[in-house]
């Protein structure tokens, strides 16, 4: 095959250039010549060009191209590509045609019969191409179908990007703001420090000014008497005697003691000391940047039948036995206790309960879930966070065991902040309006609608026993 393709390139070579012809034109006499090298001999000649074969008379105007010599080339150059991109075997110089399943291998005819391949499983190269094909086409689907995946789970990438960058720079916003309000109140606290000290420094100055003035008095009269007393000394002894009894008067004489020469130095105490500042801020602060408090009611369908609810569900307390109500399917039946009508599954919170000087009582938060028929557990495993007092002076919180805490001034006010995602319950002495003092606080992580819980305790019974109250304002 090789010889052919050489001699069917000698049959279309350029008799000019002595090469595969380009651009093949025909002249009048049948010989074909490359355009460029035809063109060349026209440059050349300037009265008749003559044929290089047959020295024949032609006119090169009238040169169609030779479209047969021109797709000869064409199939020649398929040929030359064909036979550079065959293969054969090493071994035994025959095309390669066949693929040894076993050694994953390109083998020829004999290499399969009497070769080293010739017991393993063979298939011809058209199988295992289509077969190898198809394994491709559907790696493509895979290699798509990931390509899709990566595209999509970046594209979510770059949204989420987008999204935390957005959250980010509204959380930078609050973040201002909030600072920009404390700042507010911290200018407000420096500004009350700053005139409740010099208030304290004039009332001060007020009464040292006072006592300069009074002083200042006393010794223009002492500086006048010692004037006159001056002038008499001076006078001769018949003017000294007759004004001597006018002078030494006793209704010229200072005051007793205008002269006495002690001093009581006043220091200056502003009425704190200089590390009670940042703590009383701090305290003035937390009250300030809690939530606005809660206004709730009673749920009358929870209280126990011995309570009695008044003032629009805002107050309970225990009421006579011969006035107990009936019961109802929400209601507890044996603990004194009643929930608030709002419940709380998110968020910051924060409501107070009015005890006032009653000796025993349990407030907190419940679960909306637990049971109300039977002894209401004080637990938190069972659902429940409280403290409460007893005997009228001990304070306790109800966890496993019990804690008691170390309360010296009874508050008569107790404030109640609940930030449900961080699981924190705190119990603040709220009797003062300007700080909170913590009582206690329970970490956990809650669950479900949480209910604030008011127990009056059974021992608080009698002809006027003492409420606890949820205050309005």
């Known amino acids: 095959m090789a010889s052919n393709i050489r001699h069917l390139e000698n049959q279309l070579t350029c008799p000019i250039c002595l090469e595969v012809f380009k651009e093949p034109l025909m002249l009048q006499c049948g010989h074909s ?147 920009r309000e404390l700042q507010k109140y911290i200018a407000e606290e420096e500004a009350h420090f700053l005139q409740s000290v010099a208030k304290k420094a004039a009332d001060i100055n007020s009464s040292i000014e006072a006592q300069l003035q009074n002083k200042n008095e006393i010794l223009n009269m002492v500086q006048a008497r010692e004037r006159e007393l001056e002038s008499l000394g001076n006078e001769n002894h018949l003017q000294f005697i007759r004004n001597y009894a006018v002078v030494t008067s006793s209704s010229q004489v200072p005051p007793p003691g205008s002269s006495d020469a002690s001093y009581n130095a006043v220091s200056f105490k502003p009425g704190f000391r200089q590390d009670d500042i940042k703590l009383t801020v701090w305290k003035r602060l937390q009250r300030r940047i809690l939530p606005a408090p809660e206004i709730l009611k009673l749920d009358p369908l929870t209280a126990h039948p011995f309570l009695q609810l008044s003032k629009g569900d805002t107050v309970v307390q225990c009421r006579s036995l011969a006035s107990r109500r009936g019961s109802s399917p929400e209601s507890f039946d044996y603990s004194s206790c009643v929930l608030a009508t709002r419940g709380f599954s998110t968020g910051k919170h924060y409501w107070e309960v009015i005890v006032g000087t009653k000796p025993k009582w349990r407030i907190g938060v419940v679960k909306g879930t637990v049971s109300r028929k039977g002894k209401l557990i004080r637990t938190p495993e069972a659902g429940a966070w409280l403290i409460g007092l007893k005997e009228g002076r001990i304070y306790e919180a109800f966890t496993t065991p019990s804690v008691c805490l170390p309360v010296t001034n009874r508050p008569q006010r107790i404030g109640i902040f609940l930030d449900y995602e961080k699981g924190e319950l705190i119990f603040y002495n709220a009797d003062s309006q300007d700080e909170l003092i913590p009582l206690y606080a329970f970490q956990t992580e809650f669950q479900g609608k949480l209910y604030p819980v008011l127990d009056v305790c059974w021992q608080e019974r009698g002809s006027h026993p003492q409420p606890l109250i949820l205050p309005q304002v």
């Not at 169609?64 to 036979?83: A, R």
């Not at 391949?117 to 190269?125: D, E, F, G, N």
């Open 33 to 179: 010549f490359c355009k460029e090298c035809l063109w060349g001999l026209m440059a050349e000649s300037r009265i008749h060009l003559l044929c290089p074969v047959c020295r024949q008379a032609v006119d090169c105007s009238s040169s169609p191209p030779n479209v047969t010599v021109k797709h000869l080339i064409e199939t020649l150059q398929k040929l030359n590509e064909e036979q550079t991109a065959a293969e054969s075997c090493q071994s035994h110089h025959n095309p390669l045609s066949l693929y040894c399943e076993q050694d994953q291998k390109i083998i020829c005819g004999l290499c399969g019969t009497i070769g080293e391949h010739r017991q393993h499983q063979i298939t011809p190269l058209t199988s295992v191409y289509s077969r190898m094909k198809e394994e491709v086409s559907a790696l493509i689907t895979e290699v798509q179908k990931e390509r899709k995946s990566l595209e999509e789970h970046i594209s979510k990438l770059i949204n989420n990007k987008t999204r935390i960058i957005n959250e980010s720079d509204v959380f930078q916003r609050l973040i201002r703001k909030e600072f």
